[in-house]
């Protein structure tokens, strides 16, 4: 299971977002787990990045809409 801040790594990859050096580390370890490859000074994800992404989005969708029809109950 990733973490936040992988996934925040993730995305930001994904969307061509340089980022500090501090995270540099943290990147390693995601090569390592085979998330990102590196391509020259690029970083790029692997198909289970872009997987991992799509499913912290999709749960993150489903979780919204939970939310929304749980407030619209309320109203009732």
Not at 10 to 36: C, E, M, N, P, T
Not at 42 to 69: C, I, N, R, W, Y
């Amino acid at each position: 299971m990733l973490r936040d801040e992988q996934l925040s790594i993730l995305r930001d990859i994904s969307q061509s977002v340089a980022f500090a050096d501090d995270r540099q580390g943290k990147v390693g370890q995601l090569i390592a787990d085979g998330y990102v490859m590196k391509d020259g000074d690029l970083f790029e994800l692997t198909a289970k990045g872009v997987s991992a992404v799509e499913e912290h989005a999709a749960a993150l969708g489903v979780s919204d809409a939970e939310q929304a029809s749980a407030s619209s109950d309320r109203l009732i």
